[in-house]
């Protein structure tokens, strides 16, 4: 039986993936986004509205909420398809700070059984307390948390064995190539990162139904960073690139004793070596090919 901590770090692993997939998934496309916080916050307000406000069903809350974030990537990305590289990230960047910003003063409140409950600006959303009434622990929506990123990341690596895959990855690789091939490069880019929003916003909906309490500053720049991060540090050739990202830094570095108060500092170093010596990250490219190689000979031997 698992500990409280030991179900709070696997919860909290399970959440962060989703913001790292979801940058995984922009970076896919050739670019990078510093902004993949702003859906994980907007799906968590839209999530919470939904379930703690409007009484709606927990699957349904986080299903509401993914959609809003996925609506926000689209309208992201349609006025950046212009800009790429450096222009892009910073446009991200600004997005996310808009939306951190727009939520310090955002307020919508209601009486819930005569107690006033919804956003109120700085002081944040409190009473998302759909799971404690009802009566789900810990350790049941780890399972649920588990479950979503289940079918998440199978949904991605299906996506990347399809034909689609293959023109997401031209597209980042060579977008003036995938162009002359017919590719159309604009509404790669669009469904790509409104579909980072939808998975950032899932990862949002269960954050907020765990804690029962979100504020703006919870959605900082370094949120997205980390996020960015995994998906640098784990590899861009597969989807548990990101994974193994989360779990190198929350797994290893934030639950380990040996590393408190330096956590950032190994972190930061981490990054640092691996984009010199591995800048596709451990997973990347080639690694996945020799582990598929490798994988076949052996089914083959038996």
Excluded: C
């Amino acid at each position: 039986m698992l500990d409280d901590h030991v179900i709070g770090v696997l919860s909290n692993m399970g959440m962060i993936s989703f913001i790292a997939l979801s940058a995984y998934l922009v970076l896919v496309v050739g670019e990078i986004s510093f902004g993949q916080q702003a859906f994980f916050a907007i799906s968590a307000y839209a999530s919470g509205i939904a379930s703690a406000m409007w009484g709606w069903p927990f699957l349904g809350a986080v299903l509401w909420g993914a959609a809003i974030a996925g609506l926000g990537g689209l309208l992201l990305a349609i006025p950046t398809l212009r800009i790429r590289g450096l222009y892009f990230a910073i446009a991200t960047l600004a997005f996310a700070e808009m939306v951190r910003l727009a939520l310090e003063v955002f307020t919508y409140r209601v009486e819930v059984d005569g107690e006033p409950v919804g956003p109120d600006g700085s002081e944040g959303f409190r009473d998302i307390r759909y799971i404690y009434e009802a009566d789900i622990s810990a350790g049941e929506f780890l399972l649920v948390i588990l479950a979503l990123l289940a079918v998440t990341l199978a949904a991605i690596l299906w996506i990347e064995r399809t034909r689609l895959g293959a023109i997401m990855r031209m597209v980042g690789e060579d977008p003036v190539l995938a162009r002359l091939q017919g590719v159309n490069v604009n509404l790669t880019k669009i469904a790509t990162v409104a579909a980072a929003g939808l998975v950032a916003g899932i990862g949002g909906a269960l954050y907020a139904h765990l804690n029962t309490y979100v504020e703006p500053k919870i959605f900082n720049v370094m949120l997205g960073v980390h996020g960015l991060a995994y998906g640098l540090i784990g590899g861009l050739g597969t989807a548990f690139g990101p994974l193994l990202g989360v779990a190198l830094d929350i797994g290893v570095l934030e639950s380990t004793r040996a590393f408190s108060g330096y956590r950032m500092i190994v972190f930061g170093g981490l990054v640092a070596v691996l984009l010199i010596v591995r800048p596709r990250g451990l997973l990347d490219e080639a690694a996945v090919y020799r582990i598929r190689r490798f994988l076949l000979r052996k089914d083959a031997g038996d």
